[in-house]
């Protein structure tokens, strides 16, 4: 009997866990990931809070037990072109973006890579490095094939180089390779797309594009690990010196009637874990963490803070910055802010480097996801579970939903829900058959 299969959009944590679950049950699991690597934003982490655990040490056996599955079909640089029919008789098409590499021909060796001659802003990096036109979006991508940047290639824009398909010894390079459609029938679709990071350059008196030692926190994650654009040496971008002081500027555009209202629930948590990582890495640097309020309800998390406070002399202050101005010349940063309490007063203080913990907002591309699948958003662009008693459906039958998809959560939570998709997708088909 021809296996049933699912459909999981998104490639990240929760993603691939869905997927190992559903493929372990048995059922034929094709995976649809919009970047050329599955691994998602846990990929980008140096640690995990509150254990502090290497982040890939976690994440890179979960990427290669989902590639090597036998029940597993990777669409990587892939995204969702449609979705027609219902539970559970869905007829989907997933477009395949063009590479410009045969996939059973390239063994990912870097040759092609190395004589590249375009060198552009990387995104795994968060624009903090460069890569280069033909490239791996991080060393341990899976898979590990390479993908050709058609918009910054020389050949694709003006065709004048081809020096890549000069030195592919596989003979991988493929010019004219176009999109493909694949059409699958699915009896279940897993939403699974995770997150964007609000571009806290829209909010100009945080100085994030205008000050060069205001960063992001996931910079901050990219300048803090080993394989980073640094080595793990904390450093700020003015100067290539290591700051003296740091601030975290916490609820950057969440919690905000004018921007997003929510809480993004994971930002008191990551920036504990990134001061502590910046002590270690920098012993003597000052640590100071502006905060509205703080959020640590998991298991360990009031520890964890209490350990940054206790053991490495974190300073938190219970208030929000009214705004960020570069200091003297082109390196520094003034905070200016106002303490809480009955004797509030305003006060300026100078970092050498400051962090802004901006809001995760929903995947860029859920609305229009949310049409093709035919499911309801709430109004800040997550997906609607409308029963409690069901907490991962949809408003459409055989539609799942896990991970921040469907609402603010850390990694922890983003795997259990993932596995609960599992279990409700196999009780879903259970009571079909029945």
Do not use: W
Not at 236 to 245: F, K, T, V
Not at 400 to 406: I, K, P, R, T
Request: proline share 5%; aromatic share 6%; glycine share 8%.
């Amino acid at each position: 009997m021809e296996k049933k299969r699912v459909v999981v959009v998104g490639g990240g944590i929760a993603g691939i866990q869905a997927s190992l679950d559903l493929a372990d049950r048995g059922l034929e699991v094709h995976v649809v990931e919009k970047t050329p690597s599955i691994g998602g934003h846990m990929a980008q982490l140096d640690k995990t809070f509150p254990t502090n655990d290497c982040s890939m040490c976690i994440l890179s056996p979960k990427m290669i037990s989902c590639a090597d599955h036998e029940n597993v079909v990777l669409h990587t640089y892939s995204e969702l072109e449609s979705v027609e029919g219902s539970f559970p008789d869905f007829r989907v098409k997933i477009r395949e973006k063009a590479r410009f590499i045969d996939m059973d021909r390239c063994t990912g060796c870097g040759d092609c890579i190395a004589k590249c001659p375009v060198k552009v802003p990387s995104e795994f990096e968060e624009g903090l490095s460069k890569r280069k036109a033909m490239y791996l979006p991080f060393p341990q991508a899976v898979p590990r094939k390479v993908t050709i940047d058609k918009v910054h290639c020389r050949m694709m824009t003006d065709g004048k180089c081809g020096v890549c398909k000069k030195v592919c010894q596989a003979g991988a390079i493929d010019y004219e390779q176009e999109d493909r459609v694949v059409e699958i029938d699915a009896a279940a679709i897993v939403v699974a797309n995770g997150f964007d990071m609000m571009d806290a350059s829209s909010i100009p008196e945080y100085g994030l594009g205008i000050c060069k030692d205001v960063i992001t926190s996931l910079q901050l994650e990219r300048i803090l690990s080993a394989s980073g654009p640094t080595n793990g040496h904390l450093q700020r971008q003015s100067d290539g010196r290591e700051p003296r002081n740091l601030g975290f500027v916490q609820c950057v555009g969440s919690r905000d009637a004018h921007t997003h209202s929510y809480c993004s629930s994971v930002c008191c948590m990551y920036a504990t874990k990134e001061s502590i990582l910046a002590r270690e890495h920098a012993p003597k640097v000052d640590i100071t963490i502006f905060f509205m309020d703080m959020r640590a309800t998991g298991k360990g998390f009031q520890e964890f803070v209490s350990r940054a406070k206790d053991s490495y002399g974190v300073r938190y202050v219970r208030s929000r910055p009214a705004n960020a101005q570069p200091a003297n010349g082109e390196s520094g940063v003034l905070v200016a802010y106002e303490t809480r309490g009955l004797a509030g007063e305003s006060r300026t203080e100078e970092f050498d480097l400051l962090v802004l913990c901006p809001a995760l907002v929903p995947s860029g591309g859920n609305r229009q996801l949310a049409q093709i699948v035919h499911a309801a958003l709430d109004d800040d662009g997550f997906f609607v579970t409308p029963d409690l008693s069901r907490p991962v459906d949809t408003t459409s039958k055989g539609v799942l939903v896990c991970g921040f998809a469907s609402g603010p959560i850390d990694i922890p939570d983003s795997v259990s829900q993932a596995s609960a998709v599992a279990s409700r997708v196999a009780e879903l088909l259970t009571e079909c058959d029945e």
